[in-house]
């Protein structure tokens, strides 16, 4: 939902030549001169960044009705060319950590899940290394949440699929500490604020438990040594051994979302065969876009 994606150019290109009888005029249709008219309109600042569920969005999706019956579309959804569809929208409202009484100061955590723990949480951790087979083999992680430490950040969806393999395997939660440096590791923490703080929109309220990911400083409270031995034991050849004599540790979490109903419409036209009236072309658009940004 970043952009105006090449469907939707698509579609006028296709549409503004769909008059013609001979097809071979068609790709001389195709031209930026073309589309300029139409995608001038649906990127203007009137339309107010087209945020999914406000009134620029609607504005966008009536405009491409309109277009669609002038060029002889019909609306599949009983005469309308409208398809409502309910969201969920989600952002986090209130995260807070605690280790014993204490409370983790925010600078210091990163929660990037959407699931709601419905009020104040404890869970037992235990020390994983890189929550690889070999770290996890004389390990019992089921109902428990599992800290591990990762050299770098990799790819976003490695991280996912390392956290999605942990919780098919029983843990509660996944945290993560990252070997990086305090200035690395800020600017990795502003940009995952920056995304998080966007919330996120889902066809049924999501359950989604994300990933904690802590600061060394908060990995050093929790097992009480210093991170330098929680990374040595992590690169240790025997550290399956080391990782079992390794005590949990308890914390207290609490996620907090707010989930608000939004409200739009999918915008899609179809034009009937017309030997064949049982077959029909259906043409809809990706118009949505970021909305307003300060």
Known sequence: MKSIFLNLVALFIFCTGWAQVDPSRYGDEISPANLKDQLTILASDALEGRATGSRGQRMAAAFIASHFQEIGLHGPVNGSYFQPVELFSTRQEKVVLKIGDEIVDNELFLY?????????????????????????????????????????????????????????????????VLGLSGDDYKGLSFQMRSFVSGGGLSLAPPRNKGVFFINPSVAEKMFKMTYAKLVEVAKNEKRAELLKKMKPFAVTYRTQMSVKTVKTDNVLGFLEGTDKKDEVIVITSHYDHIGKKS
Request: glycine fraction near 16%; aromatic fraction near 4%.
């Open 112 to 176: 990037t899940g959407m699931a709601d723990s419905q009020g104040e949480k404890s869970t037992s951790v235990i020390f994983a290394g890189q929550g690889g087979d070999a770290d996890l083999a004389q390990l019992a992680i089921s109902g428990k949440s599992v800290l591990i430490w990762l050299p770098s950040l990799g790819s976003m969806s490695g991280l996912r699929s390392t956290a999605e393999r942990l919780r098919a395997g029983g843990a509660d939660h996944v945290f993560i």
